[in-house]
């Protein structure tokens, strides 16, 4: 489905990375940062330009090669990982920053995913998250067409327990993020570390 989704020349999320990420990326500390979900890459290639180092992890392998696309036409270095985040190992305190910017899966696959978040971020790490919560529903502005794979400020709460968040805001916003998140939106942003 995703690669069917990204399978023309056009960048349906743009080429530009996430307003929220644009805004607050300076709380990532320096070093490695798994992008979750990251599709045509927007994000891991503003992030890389900056002089993170990066690696997107998704399950389209045509959005990742779009992703590298963009890479190297802005002349930076990233690492895709074509893989199902059900099953993808994460690895044990090994991220200084994790990054998941519309990333919605269904609840058994992202709470066994945020689990997983848990243990592979370092100590210092900061996870950052924006997502859409389930009154986007009737924005029709983007986004799954159900609830249950929606973001919300309680979910965050109760599948990353061990987590503190120094910013946890459910907002509305416009959106204009490519062609397939455009108007006002429904999302919960998020910044967080471990307890
Ligand atoms: C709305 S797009 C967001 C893309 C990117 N984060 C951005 O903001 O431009 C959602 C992404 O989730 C990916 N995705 C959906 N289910 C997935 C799964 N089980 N494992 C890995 N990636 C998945 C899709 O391929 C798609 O790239």
């Known amino acids: 489905m995703w690669d069917e989704k990204y399978d023309t020349d056009e960048y ?15 709380s990532l500390p320096k070093g490695k940062i798994l992008l979750l979900a990251e599709g045509e890459g927007r994000n891991a290639v503003f ?3 900056l002089g993170y180092t990066v690696t997107a992890v998704d399950i389209s392998s045509v959005g990742l ?11 930076v270095m990233i690492e895709t990982i074509c893989a199902d985040l059900e099953e993808f190992d994460l690895g044990e305190c090994k991220w200084d920053g994790i990054v998941s910017i519309y990333c919605h899966l269904p609840p058994q696959v992202r709470k066994k995913l945020y689990a997983r978040i848990e243990r592979a971020i370092k100590p210092a790490g900061v996870l ?28 965050l709460l109760e599948e990353l327990p061990n987590f503190t968040f120094t910013h946890l805001q459910a907002i509305e916003r416009e959106v204009h993020e490519g062609s397939h998140h455009n108007g006002l939106g429904a999302v919960i942003q998020a910044i967080g570390s471990l307890k």
């Open 12 to 26: 349906i999320y743009g080429k530009s990375p996430n307003d929220f990420l644009r805004n607050h990326y300076d």
């Open 47 to 49: 992030l890389a330009k």
């Open 128 to 155: 950052l998250l924006e997502g859409y919560r389930p009154e986007q529903l009737s924005y029709k502005t983007g986004g799954p067409p159900v609830a249950s794979m929606m973001i919300s400020k309680e979910i």
């Open 65 to 75: 090669e779009k992703a590298e696309k963009l890479a190297k036409t802005n002349g």
